[in-house]
C-alpha cells in the first residue's frame, strides 16, 4: 500500500524540473570547456622588443651625438638654446592686454603661456579686463582679482591701476613659481584648454 499518492501533474512538475536541472548543468559544463579550450588555444602573448631596452649610457649617447655631427648638421643644433628676455622700447601702459604680454615676454614666458595669462585675466575680471573690477562676495579686485591678503603678502602699490594688478600678476609667479602660483586664482583650474 503506497502511503502517498502521486498524481501526474506532480509527476510532470518533477520531471520538468528534473529535465531543467540538467539543462542547466549541461550548459555549465559546456561552458566550463568552452573557457578551457579557449585557453589552452589561445596564442602566447608576444614580447615586446621595447620591453628589456635599457637606458643609454653616456659613451653611447655621445656616440649618438658625433654620428648626428658627421652627417654635416649644423653646430647650432647641437647648442643649448636660451630664453632671451624680449627687449621692448617702452612700456604699453595705455592697454591692459598689451601689458600682460609684453610683461609676460619680459619675463621670459612664450606666446602660449601669455595668451594663457590672459585668459585668466578675462575670466577673473569679467571678460572685459577691466581695471576696477571689483567681486561683490570678496575683496578680490582689479584685472586679476586680487584678494587683500594676496595683495599684502606680495605687492604694493594700487590694486585698481592695471600696470601694479598685473605686475603683481608675473611677481607671485615669479615667487611661487609657475605653474604653482596659479593656485591663486580659481579661473586656472578652468582654462586649460578650450
Not at 44 to 72: A, C, F, G, M, W
Not at 163 to 184: A, Q, R
Amino acid at each position: 500500500m503506497k502511503l502517498f499518492k502521486i498524481d501526474k501533474r506532480t509527476r510532470k512538475y518533477r520531471n520538468r524540473k528534473l529535465i531543467l536541472a540538467r539543462i542547466t548543468l549541461g550548459a555549465l559544463v559546456l561552458l566550463v570547456l568552452y573557457s578551457l579550450l579557449s585557453l589552452s588555444l589561445r596564442p602566447e602573448p608576444l614580447i615586446s622588443p621595447l620591453s628589456d631596452i635599457q637606458p643609454l649610457t653616456e659613451e653611447q649617447k655621445e656616440r649618438i651625438v658625433e654620428d648626428y655631427k658627421e652627417t654635416n648638421f649644423p653646430e647650432k643644433y647641437f647648442e643649448r638654446i636660451e630664453v632671451k628676455k624680449v627687449e621692448a622700447q617702452e612700456e604699453p601702459t595705455s592697454n591692459p592686454l598689451a601689458y600682460i604680454r609684453w610683461k609676460g615676454q619680459q619675463e621670459g614666458y612664450d606666446d602660449y603661456t601669455i595668451s594663457y595669462f590672459i585668459r585668466i585675466a578675462r575670466k577673473e575680471s569679467g571678460f572685459s579686463l577691466d581695471t576696477y573690477a571689483k567681486n561683490p562676495k570678496s575683496s578680490a579686485k582689479g584685472v586679476f582679482q586680487f584678494i587683500d591678503s594676496t595683495w599684502a603678502q606680495y605687492c604694493s602699490g594700487d590694486v585698481n591701476n592695471f600696470v601694479d594688478n598685473i605686475s603683481c600678476f608675473y611677481k607671485v609667479l615669479s615667487t611661487d613659481g609657475y605653474p604653482e602660483g596659479l593656485k591663486h586664482w580659481n579661473a586656472s583650474r578652468y582654462l586649460l584648454d578650450y
